[in-house]
């Protein structure tokens, strides 16, 4: 539920745990209005207490700074959870009956997300005539889990012409033809839109998330979509939510287009990149590749934006103060986006492209190489730690369209260890917001080597993501006196150290370490939000939160 900021202006939360590099042992905070005023002891908080002051009895609850989930798509969120969830589904077969239940309780066009057929029996996708008979001839738009690529049901098909489109397979659809499909399906005017955002951000909220940036792009959403989250025009409604942090990946090719867009949306974008896409998905083999899909033999990928133009546009970013970025998975596409900011930098000398800390997205393939080349141009990683819990591993769909290579997949470790600021997010709908899983993935990484601690994959989810997005205050992210009062409070079984090595145990902490304590990763349970704050003001209490 969301709820109004609290009318006592002194708020003192006690008797639980405050994650706070202040006092490492700190059970309890005093908030003033949007501020932290003090953390501390129980002893001292006893000492400060007085009628003035509302309090909040944590009962061993912890208290840590929210979370900014780096790459979200509202509206695609929001449609996703109210749309048929193929997540589930084990074979083609169950995927055809999902589909004709769902045919049978509406009569118009089905939406579905979340299949994957990289572990089905089948071994394959289904064609638009297997749609077609499923659904009884209705049109049909079914995204992937990556949402890089759909099926379609011939008579979708028939009524966009996508035969006629690059991309297109006989209903599985990519490149043009899966952008012309979307763009049907998503056929909605603002007050449709509104309620799919205010259903993702308060979906966010609910999960002690504080900040999120959007990664729009005319592919995904039209221009209104992102001028809607930023209030410029349509109506969210006035319940708080967690601050969006705007992107628009959109590619420029002169000073003019530029300044259209900067003023198309008020000046107050902050970065010009997200999902402005180089290449595309492994999942789809569409993410560009040095050498083919070890499944796909005849294929490396694609690439959407050449070197050439991806320099123009940093280049062109720069020149103006803002932040530039692109969607970047495979080598290739990688080894496109270096040779972009080698241009730029050739252009405008190295120190003004560091000054920007422009961003890639995803950065899954990854070399030695490469990751020297994002410290030398001072590039921003921001990851996803879920899709290697989702596909890493030796059984994993990496691995099937990879072999070998998927060994260099999500390299948090190497990429935090060489000095590349990394950055952490869901992509939701690809994965779910859902940050604490988030952070168990980057602790548990499939790939040993690439494991990182659960204190550094947190501040990668909160303070980092901050930074990441240049917002002006360096206290975000933080409790400490002083800071704005952005946090979130959780229910966790146990708090601990934990370490990114299996071998070695997890330990309470030492006294002398002066480690803040994180909630356990590993009791099979994650931790419940039971409240989310931001400069503030409340944006979600769960009902058992008094």
């Known amino acids: 539920m969301n709820a109004t900021a609290p009318t006592a202006s002194l708020t003192l939360y006690r008797n639980g745990s405050a994650y706070s590099s202040a006092d490492p ?46 790459h979200v798509h509202l509206t695609e969120t929001g449609l996703a959870a109210s749309s048929l969830d193929l997540s589930g589904v084990r074979s083609l077969a169950d995927l ?27 071994g394959r996708v289904p064609t638009a005539a297997e749609l077609d008979a499923a659904s009884g001839h209705r049109r049909v738009y079914l995204a992937r889990a990556d949402v890089h690529c759909a099926v379609v049901s011939g008579t979708l098909a028939a009524e966009l012409r996508l035969a006629e489109r690059d991309g297109w397979d006989n209903g599985f659809v990519i490149r043009d033809a899966h952008n012309a499909a979307r763009s049907a399906s998503r056929s909605l005017n603002l007050a449709e839109r509104a309620r799919y955002q205010r259903a993702a951000l ?40 967690p601050q969006v942090l705007p992107y628009w990946g959109q590619l420029v090719g002169s000073e003019a287009e530029l300044d259209e867009l900067k003023e198309t949306f008020g000046g107050l974008l902050l970065g010009l990149g997200g999902d402005l896409n180089i290449d595309g998905s492994i999942g789809a083999r569409t993410a560009a590749l040095r050498s083919p899909y070890t499944d796909a033999l005849d294929s490396s990928g694609s690439l959407f934006i050449s070197a050439e133009q991806a320099g123009r546009h940093l280049e062109l970013a720069t020149r103006a103060g803002l932040q530039a970025g692109f969607h970047v998975i495979g080598d290739a596409g990688l080894d496109a986006a270096i040779g972009a900011l080698r241009s730029a930098s050739v252009a405008l000398g190295e120190p003004a492209v560091r000054a920007l800390h422009h961003r890639l997205e995803h950065v899954e393939l990854t070399d030695d190489a490469a990751i020297a080349d994002l410290v030398r141009y001072g590039v921003t990683a921001s990851m996803q730690p879920v899709f290697d819990a989702v596909w890493g591993g030796d059984d994993g769909m990496y691995s099937q369209r990879l072999g070998a290579r998927s060994g260099g997949m999500n390299r948090f470790a190497s990429l935090l260890s060489a000095g590349v600021p990394v950055v952490f997010g869901s992509d939701a709908p690809v994965t779910a917001l859902d940050p604490w899983r988030a952070v168990q993935a980057a602790v548990m990484h499939s790939n040993p080597n690439e494991r990182v601690s659960a204190r550094a994959a947190f501040i990668a989810h909160t303070r980092a993501g901050w930074r990441a997005a240049g917002t002006g205050n360096p206290m975000l992210g933080q409790l400490a006196p002083g800071t704005p009062a952005s946090f979130a409070v959780w229910e966790a079984d146990e708090l601990m150290v934990q370490t990114p090595d299996a071998s070695v145990a997890s330990w309470s902490t030492d006294p002398r370490a002066g480690t803040p304590l994180l909630p356990a990763l590993d009791t099979g349970t994650l931790p419940r939000c ?4 931001h400069q503030g003001t409340e944006l979600y209490r769960a009902p058992d939160f008094s």
């Open 96 to 122: 055809l009956d999902a589909v004709a239940a769902a045919a049978r309780e509406t009569g118009g066009l089905v939406i579905g997300h979340g299949w994957d057929e990289s572990g089905w029996p089948e």
């Open 25 to 70: 042992f700190a059970t309890a905070m005093l908030v003033d209005g949007g501020t932290v005023a003090w953390v501390g002891s129980e002893q001292a908080a006893t000492s400060i207490q007085d009628s003035k002051m509302r309090v909040v009895d944590l009962s061993g609850a912890l208290v840590a700074p929210g979370f900014v989930d780096s």
């Open 202 to 241: 308060d979906l966010a909220a609910s999960r002690g998330i504080v900040a999120v940036a959007e990664m729009a792009a005319p592919h995904i959403v039209p221009p209104e979509d992102l001028r809607q989250l930023l209030g410029l025009e349509g109506s969210l409604g006035d319940a708080p939510a």
């Open 530 to 533: 039971l409240q989310t704050v």
